[in-house]
């Protein structure tokens, strides 16, 4: 059976950064389980699953504009220092946890300036990059009605992923499993 529209697929995969940086992995025999078309991965990795069938491996390339989108300059903003907690010493790189209207979200420190302000970058940590993916596909099906039922309502009570949400205060947080 070939991965087409609103299939189960199960896929073991591993994410690299084009520096050769790990970034994910599938735990060991726990793949990861989606159903095509509704947004629950990046879509430059589902465009080059569709019409691949279990067993098929290969190392597939995602450009930005396929994945999280390119750095968006609008997405650094300046925060008064006095919102981050008071005993962290705040430096550049460092990355918080916040909360936007769909959910926990990353900023990350740009610069610290001298006005008592910190420009934080509100891009997804993954804008802008050029992903690599190591995949098999383990498993290509029809999805229950239950699953894709399951599916359907996750997504839309939001996880914020997908292309008109990434790179902003709604795309994907720690623990969305977004693929």
Do not use: W
Request: charged fraction near 20%; charge should be negative.
């Amino acid at each position: 059976m070939e991965i087409a529209d609103k299939m189960f697929v199960t896929i073991d995969y591993t994410l690299t950064l084009e520096s050769g940086q790990e970034i994910d992995k599938s735990p060991e025999g726990q793949p990861l389980r989606f159903i095509t078309g509704i947004g629950q991965i990046i879509p430059g990795l589902e465009k080059a699953l569709m019409g691949r069938k279990a067993g098929y491996s290969a190392k597939i390339v995602v450009e930005p504009e396929d994945a999280y989108g390119p750095v968006k300059d609008e997405m650094f903003q300046d925060i008064p220092q006095n919102q981050f907690p008071a005993d962290v010493d705040i430096k550049p790189g460092m990355a918080f946890e916040a909360q936007g209207p769909r959910g926990p979200f990353m900023i990350t420190v740009s610069k610290i300036n001298d006005n008592d302000t910190v420009t934080v970058d509100l891009n997804h940590p993954m804008a802008g990059k050029q992903l690599h993916f190591d995949v098999n596909v383990v498993e290509v099906r029809e999805p229950t009605a239950e699953e894709l039922a399951m599916a359907t309502a996750s997504f839309s009570s939001g996880c914020g992923c997908g292309p008109d949400t990434a790179g902003g205060p709604d795309a994907c947080g720690p623990g969305c499993n977004c693929g």
